[in-house]
């Protein structure tokens, strides 16, 4: 939703200003692991952050995007489970690369790595960039990218 929106409905089109940053407690959801897990990757100089007037860490998204891919080359592959045909993971995005009319967008999920083939234009309007939270969207052969509502 629009902040100040007094019907309350959901934004149709979102578009990020300035770099962007997650609390230390997204930044463990999206990387898979407990906030404590990700303080002391902090504390041990593994993910960096900087510490807000608040007190509360942050960690750019930049940042969360490189740790993101060195977990994923230390982790040994997962064997593959048995899922259903149209599945979702939350990820985030690790790699953008635009041209005149397509863009392809490298997205890290956990252990899992995709790569979407979209428009330039829809990667315009999403905002999308190195460090931002997506959507993959699996069908088939064809990934789809979309912002959750929840981040």
């Known amino acids: 939703m629009l902040p100040g929106d007094p019907r309350g409905e959901p934004a149709r089109c979102w578009v990020r200003s300035?770099?962007?940053e997650y609390r230390i407690g997204q930044a463990a959801e999206l990387l898979g692991v407990s906030a404590d897990t990700?303080?002391?990757?902090v504390d041990a100089g593994r993910l960096v952050a900087r510490t807000d007037a608040r007190g509360q860490r942050l960690v750019s998204?930049?940042?969360?995007?490189r740790f993101a891919r060195s977990l994923a080359e230390e982790a040994p592959p997962e064997r593959p489970r048995a899922q259903s045909v149209r599945n979702r993971f939350m990820g985030i995005v690790t790699r953008v690369v635009r041209d005149a009319v397509m863009a392809q967008v490298e997205i890290q999920a956990g252990p899992h790595r995709?790569?979407?083939l979209i428009s330039?234009?829809?990667?315009?309007e999403l905002g999308l960039?190195?460090?931002?939270?997506v959507d993959a969207v699996v069908k088939a052969t064809n990934v789809g990218v979309e912002i959750p509502d929840r981040f």
């Not at 330039?120 to 315009?124: K, L, V």
């Not at 960039?129 to 939270?133: F, K, L, M, T, Y």
């Open 18 to 20: 300035g770099p962007v």
């Open 38 to 41: 990700a303080r002391r990757w």
């Open 61 to 65: 998204g930049s940042e969360l995007a």
């Open 114 to 116: 995709f790569v979407s």
């Open 120 to 124: 330039r234009e829809a990667a315009d």
């Open 129 to 133: 960039e190195e460090g931002v939270v």
